[in-house]
């Protein structure tokens, strides 16, 4: 359904903050159709690559792209849905939904237009989501997971390249929560979208993505050396979880959770923060990871093929 | 056999549990209130019966005889029924001086609270200006703007916008700035995010601002029009006081008080009605 299939890509970005390196060297590529989860510990600068994507803040060397053209400003080429705050509250579901296809840049003071298509967008869109029912309702009167979809649908209508979302679920209690990962997982497969998904929560991001990128500041680099703290985060681990062809049971099989738990072991449990870290996944879908051992003799920074 | 049971006895009018019913809330409300008349009338009885001409605390009779001709017949000199006409022009210069300053205080807070140069470039000066107390400048205005309407609008003006610019800014900054973000990626500008996001959220909270300075506007017009005027509420009020004229100072002033009120309830109003989805005040 979706024709504007794009990808996101960062190439040689480093960000500081004053004398702090916040992020170091990071290369990442999402590739169309991908639901890419970026997972790594709070405080590491997974808000901050987030801005960058969205262009509210400029990296100090290297660029983002989308769709091939560098990033400027927040435009309607990424699709955001937060935590909380994406929904504006003194619009009803339908007002929300459709904002989208009514605001314009050059002419928002004139009247909003009555157009029948949008309309009609905005409704099928609504329908798509199990919205209609809600479609009246101001978003304090829904429910954290109703409000959530909505803000999915909001950030669809106006079919943004790629779908950013910082850690949407993670206000939720865990059924609802593990409903809308679900639901984000089906309608991932059926509409075919771009997604960048970022939490700190491992198991969501195992659970739900095609593909799994670890953001840590913690890692051995080219000498050796033992990690330092204020060292800047790099992509430590780009796993191809090739789950897009798989059913969402899949997901909750036995092997998963061994995958999950086998990640959870090695220490990447970003609640854990281990200095020096030993990986030797044992895991049936190909995946790739920095080497990190505890000796330093091993060729490490780079990204190795399975 | 019907269980008797004890049933948790929870407060009905006082108490953090209460929850008094709707007649209940009506009456209380309207205790001290009629306290206030019996404390009045007995204090008024009381001075008359001692001396019947008694100008301090009139009767309501009194009061009434002393009103009712400003109410139905015109004045002789300038032909207009005098109570009306100075409730008219009270009215008229509330609404100029308060609707402007609320209209530009909308404009400017709406600036400063999203655009950091705007913030820069007034904020230092609205600030200074909301330091210096309004009635000081009663004369300057007087002097400057001349002694008729101008200058009594320009002191309601300079008296309640300050406060409602600085509300309406801290409102703006208040707004999550992920709302900013959100219209950005939906397509929208900045100028669309000012006046199609912030305004509308912005709103209702003014409206609440608006109704507290009302409180300080009345305060200023009465001050304007009882040093320089030839009629409003205010003027006719410290035009009687010279002859203790409390069987109308007293109707005027309790006049006063309700057009207040029911200014407060009637934006209330306006804002639940237009707003419902405000959930900055659920006070009813």
Same mark, same amino acid.
């Given at each position: 359904m979706m024709s504007t299939q794009s990808k996101l890509h960062i190439e040689d970005v480093y960000k500081r903050y004053g004398s702090r390196l916040v992020l170091d060297n990071i290369d990442l590529t999402v590739a169309a159709g991908e639901l890419c989860t970026l997972v790594g510990p709070s405080g590491c600068g997974k808000s901050t690559?987030?801005?960058?994507?969205?262009? *509210?803040?400029?990296?100090?060397?290297? +660029?983002? !792209?989308?769709?091939?053209?560098?990033?400027?400003?927040? #435009?309607?080429?990424? @699709?955001?849905?937060?935590?909380?705050?994406?929904?504006?509250?003194?619009?009803?579901?339908?007002?929300?939904?459709?904002?989208?296809?009514?605001?314009?840049?050059?002419?928002?003071?004139?009247?909003?237009?009555?157009?029948?298509?949008?309309?009609?967008?905005?409704?099928?869109?609504?329908?798509?989501?199990?919205?209609?029912?809600?479609?009246?309702?101001?978003?304090?009167?829904?429910?954290?997971?109703? *409000?959530?979809?909505?803000?999915?649908? +909001?950030? !669809?209508?106006?079919?943004?390249?790629?779908?950013?979302? #910082?850690?949407?679920? @993670?206000?939720?209690?865990?059924?609802?929560?593990?409903?809308?990962?679900?639901?984000?997982?089906?309608?991932?497969?059926?509409?075919?979208?771009?997604?960048?998904?970022?939490?700190?929560?491992?198991?969501?991001?195992?659970?739900?993505?095609?593909?799994?990128?670890?953001?840590?500041?913690?890692?051995?680099d080219d000498r050796g050396d033992a990690p330092e703290i204020g060292r800047g985060a790099k992509i430590v681990a780009d796993y191809d979880l090739e789950v897009h062809a798989l059913p969402t049971t899949v997901k909750g099989s036995q092997a998963y959770r061994d995958f999950v738990g086998q990640l959870r072991d090695n220490g990447f449990n970003p609640g854990i923060r281990k200095h020096v870290r030993e990986f030797n996944l044992q895991h049936p879908h190909s995946f790739r990871t920095l080497t990190m051992q505890e000796d330093g003799q091993h060729g490490v920074g780079l990204l190795n093929s399975p | 056999m019907t269980a008797s049971f004890n049933r948790p006895r929870i407060a009905r009018l006082f108490g953090v549990h209460a929850a008094p019913s709707t007649v209940q809330r009506v009456l209380l409300g309207a205790l001290p209130?009629?306290?206030?008349?019996?404390?009045?009338?007995?204090?008024?009885?009381?001075?008359?019966?001692?001396?019947?001409?008694?100008?301090?605390?009139?009767?309501?009779?009194?009061?009434?005889?002393?009103?009712?001709?400003?109410?139905?017949?015109?004045?002789?000199?300038?032909?207009?029924?005098?109570?009306?006409?100075?409730?008219?022009?009270?009215?008229?210069?509330?609404?100029?001086?308060?609707?402007?300053?609320?209209?530009?205080?909308?404009?400017?807070?709406?600036?400063?609270?999203?655009?950091?140069?705007?913030?820069?470039?007034?904020?230092?000066?609205?600030?200074?200006i909301s330091m210096i107390p309004p009635l000081a400048l009663l004369p300057i205005l007087f002097i400057s703007l001349g002694v008729d309407e101008l200058g009594k609008v320009a002191l309601i003006?300079?008296?309640?916008?300050?406060?409602?610019?600085?509300?309406?800014?801290?409102?703006?900054?208040?707004?999550?700035?992920?709302?900013?973000?959100?219209?950005?990626?939906?397509?929208?500008?900045?100028?669309?995010?000012?006046?199609?996001?912030a305004l509308p959220q912005v709103l209702p909270r003014a409206i609440d601002t608006l109704r507290l300075s009302l409180g300080a506007a009345w305060l200023f017009l009465i001050a304007a029009e009882a040093i320089a005027s030839t009629e409003g509420l205010g003027y006719r009020i410290f035009l009687v006081r010279r002859y203790l004229a409390m069987d109308v100072i007293i109707p005027y002033v309790a006049w006063i008080t309700c057009i207040g009120f029911l200014f407060d309830y009637l934006l209330r109003r306006l804002r639940r009605w237009c707003f419902p989805w405000y959930q900055g005040d659920n006070a009813p």
């Open positions: 690559l987030l801005r960058l994507v969205l262009g *509210q803040e400029f990296a100090d060397h290297g +660029q983002v !792209l989308i769709d091939g053209a560098t990033v400027q400003h927040p #435009d309607s080429q990424r @699709g955001i849905v937060y935590q909380k705050y994406s929904l504006f509250p003194h619009l009803t579901v339908l007002d929300n939904v459709r904002l989208g296809l009514r605001l314009d840049r050059q002419h928002w003071w004139l009247p909003w237009r009555h157009d029948k298509s949008a309309d009609d967008e905005a409704l099928a869109m609504l329908e798509q989501l199990r919205l209609t029912d809600a479609r009246h309702k101001y978003p304090h009167e829904l429910s954290g997971g109703m *409000q959530q979809r909505v803000a999915i649908a +909001q950030a !669809l209508v106006t079919k943004p390249p790629i779908l950013l979302m #910082d850690e949407p679920f @993670g206000a939720l209690d865990p059924d609802t929560r593990e409903q809308m990962q679900i639901y984000l997982m089906e309608l991932h497969e059926k509409q075919q979208l771009t997604i960048f998904f970022v939490t700190h929560d491992l198991e969501e991001a195992c659970y739900i993505g095609t593909r799994l990128l670890v953001l840590s500041q913690y890692y051995t | 209130f009629l306290l206030l008349l019996i404390v009045y009338v007995l204090a008024s009885q009381a001075r008359l019966a001692e001396n019947p001409d008694d100008r301090l605390l009139p009767g309501f009779a009194q009061m009434w005889d002393a009103i009712w001709p400003m109410l139905s017949e015109p004045d002789a000199r300038t032909g207009h029924y005098s109570f009306w006409n100075d409730t008219q022009a009270s009215l008229l210069r509330l609404a100029i001086g308060v609707g402007s300053a609320f209209l530009l205080a909308m404009w400017l807070g709406l600036n400063t609270g999203s655009f950091a140069g705007m913030t820069a470039l007034v904020n230092p000066f609205v600030t200074f003006f300079i008296g309640t916008f300050p406060l409602m610019t600085r509300d309406v800014h801290l409102a703006t900054r208040a707004l999550p700035p992920e709302q900013l973000t959100k219209t950005l990626t939906l397509g929208g500008g900045e100028l669309a995010f000012v006046y199609r996001i």
